[in-house]
């Protein structure tokens, strides 16, 4: 099928101002797609006058504009695995007290696609549509480490807990497999304490992960081995149920 060259151009540019922090000007986005500023500056016009891109009044930089979190939500909001989820989050929020959180691989990340918050006055939230790193949240290296992916290249460091050095975060990850579940210990937000695993289709590919976080005065490391048992349980009934499906 011939590709449409302006609508391909228009796409590139979304996807480079999504991963440009701070956005992006119409000299590096003509520059990085190959074309002059004029034509660069039109395609980016178009987008921003549908809502797809935004500039901000100071920089003049480009970033992502609303319409795309509108979309976004549309597509969470009717995603077959979220939807099969949504029981086995409450369960594991009834069974742990803590908040839940189911999230996908997505632009290299854990996308959270959904949550049940806990029902305590002090819990740990992530809010949906959020992208976290997978080397430092449980969510993240459950779908590393069983989904088998390549560690990242660059590690960031959040927290004075966060494991930046590969070889570390090799000999932990395997840790996390033969434990059968990964855990975050305040290495992407002080205070936080994270349990995660794998969710697994009827081909036995990992199409998610699932957990549990909260504070870590309450989620003492004394109590991650109670709480693994139960949200790997969870996860296997989830994976049971898509592979029912």
């Known amino acids: 099928m011939a590709e449409i060259q302006s609508l391909a151009r228009g796409l590139k540019m979304m996807e480079l101002i999504a991963l440009a922090e701070g956005g992006m000007g119409i000299t590096e986005l ?41 979309l976004s939500r549309y597509l969470l909001t009717r995603m077959p695995l979220r939807e099969q989820a949504k029981p086995f989050l409450h369960r594991l929020v009834d069974r742990t007290g803590e908040g839940a959180h189911l999230a996908i691989l997505a632009q290299g990340g854990a996308l959270y696609i959904d949550q049940v918050e806990s029902p305590a006055t002090l819990r740990a939230t992530t809010g949906v549509g959020t992208i976290a790193p997978l080397h430092c949240t449980a969510l993240g290296k459950a779908l590393m480490t069983f989904g088998n992916l390549p560690q990242p290249q660059q590690m960031k460091a959040f927290t004075a807990r966060t494991i ?66 139960i949200v790997m349980e969870v996860g296997k009934d989830l994976s049971d149920r898509l592979s029912f499906r």
């Open 164 to 229: 930046v050095d590969a070889d570390t975060l090799r000999v932990h990850l395997e840790q996390t497999r033969r434990q059968g579940y990964a855990v975050d210990d305040e290495e992407y937000e002080y205070g936080v304490r994270c349990v995660a695993v794998p969710v697994y289709d009827y081909r036995g590919k990992v199409v998610g992960a699932i957990g549990v976080s909260g504070p870590a005065g309450r989620m003492s490391l004394e109590r991650v081995p109670e709480i693994a048992r």
């Open 30 to 70: 003509a520059e990085q797609i190959g074309v002059d500023k004029s034509t660069a500056s039109r395609l980016m016009g178009t987008l921003a006058t549908y809502g797809f891109a935004e500039q901000d009044a100071t920089t003049r930089r480009y970033r992502l504009g609303p319409k795309v979190v509108t």
